[in-house]
């Protein structure tokens, strides 16, 4: 999924009308209220990270099938951007959004009362549309609220949702989920979402749809070679980190010996060093995005495979835990900036491809990184997770060959 950006290089172009003149407390709330609405999406999205555990001995199902409820939005997201991306490209964007945030409130409660996995999975399915809608939508109406020349103010400001969602939220959601119940976590969520959605139908304006996206649009970005290499890149790099993040709460449990309260500890730790890993990526993505690049897939890579020799210690896995994050933190404006610089004049027709490329790719790792779980156990999947993500270095050193900016 996105993360934060010093540009919005997806942004929908238009004219701004209700952002105009001075900043002012209209225009803070408006931002304000998708903000949250992003962090919600984050937290609600990988909220079963922590939740893992307790909801596989609830259900009577194994951890490798509980993770299905990180692969089964992943990529019901991939295909509802693309679909949201056409269908509702028509709409007033605020009602777009809201008809979103409505889905959001509604998985929760369909977790929080769910009878059986099926039941469970069926709610994370609503997960997957509004997920894939809100990152195609969602996050390029900031440049309409808020007045500033060149547009990234309000992006920002609603990007920002999406690191707390992982700093904060999903290790909240854990903690409430170890001391209430996991379907406590996911009640926990869903009223905080009806929040979000109450704070968005006041104080967000009217936003007219200002182009229209086709069909045809949708594989814009597939006509450029350096811009199909970004897109391997993201699904090799995501889709290796997936292999593994979803099984993060068992490998601590199980391998590091860790109790709950020092579950929720690594979890906050990894989302922590993911806000600078954010800021050091988009310093490095400024000056080389082939060097940030290799350097963000080392880093990657590096801990989750010393994670599955040395495990076992707690110290060192605090450390490996804290550098992964950081590197998880620069991979999403790494990849953006890599599409971005590649084919400048397709990124807005090519948003859907590349949230559809993110999700199916995070999909189908945290799936064959179940699979891996129940059959060979959760250390294998860390060095699983290494080898595949590894795979991004040599290509993009190799085969980068992106323009100045």
């Not at 995005?289 to 020799?309: D, E, H, K, W, Y």
């Not at 790494?334 to 084919?343: D, G, I, L, P």
């Amino acid at each position: 999924m996105p993360s934060e950006v010093e540009e919005a290089p997806f942004a929908e172009t238009s004219t701004n009308t209700f952002a105009s003149g001075r900043i002012t407390l209209k225009h803070w709330l408006a931002v304000m209220s998708i903000a949250v609405v992003s962090f919600m999406m984050v937290t609600t999205e990988y909220l079963p990270v922590g939740l893992i555990p307790s909801m596989a001995a609830d259900l009577g199902v194994t951890h490798g099938v509980a993770g299905l409820t990180v692969t089964v939005p992943a990529l019901v997201a991939a295909f509802g951007a693309l679909l949201v991306s056409v269908l509702a490209s028509r709409f007033d964007r605020r009602i777009v959004l809201t008809g979103l945030t409505v889905m959001l409130v509604a998985a929760n409660a369909i977790a929080v009362l769910a009878p059986s996995f099926a039941v469970l999975v069926a709610g994370r399915v609503l997960v997957g549309v509004a997920l894939g809608g809100f990152w195609t939508i969602g996050i390029a109406v900031g440049p309409r609220l808020m007045p500033e020349p060149t547009g990234t103010r309000g992006t920002t400001v609603i990007f920002s949702g999406i690191s707390l969602g992982t700093i904060a939220g999903v290790p909240a959601g854990t903690l409430i989920g170890d001391l209430l119940g996991w379907r406590a976590a996911f009640g926990a969520a869903g009223a905080v979402t009806v929040v979000a959605l109450v704070a968005l139908a006041v104080f967000v304006p009217p936003l007219p749809a200002n182009h229209r996206t086709r069909w045809r649009d949708l594989p814009a970005l597939l006509s450029v070679s350096q811009a199909r290499l970004g897109l391997l890149l993201a699904a090799l790099t995501f889709g290796g980190v997936f292999f593994a993040y979803p099984y993060i709460a068992p490998f601590l449990a199980i391998v590091s010996g860790m109790g709950p309260a020092g579950i929720n500890v690594m979890l906050l730790v990894f989302g922590g060093a993911g806000f600078f890993g954010n800021i050091i990526g988009g310093w490095m993505a400024g000056r080389s995005n082939r060097l940030a690049m290799a350097v963000t897939s080392i880093t990657l890579a590096t801990p989750v495979f010393l994670l599955a020799a040395y495990g076992e210690s707690k110290a060192l896995t605090s450390l490996l835990v804290c550098i992964w994050g950081l590197a998880y933190g620069a991979l999403s404006i790494t990849c953006q900036s890599w599409v971005a610089r590649a084919a400048p004049g397709e990124i807005e027709r090519g948003a859907a491809l590349f949230v559809a490329t993110i999700e199916i790719a995070v999909a189908f790792g945290a799936w064959i990184g179940g699979e891996v779980v129940d059959t060979l156990g959760v250390a294998t999947t860390m060095i699983v997770s290494g080898a595949v993500v590894m795979l991004a270095t040599p290509l993009s050193l190799v085969f980068g060959r992106l323009p100045r900016r």
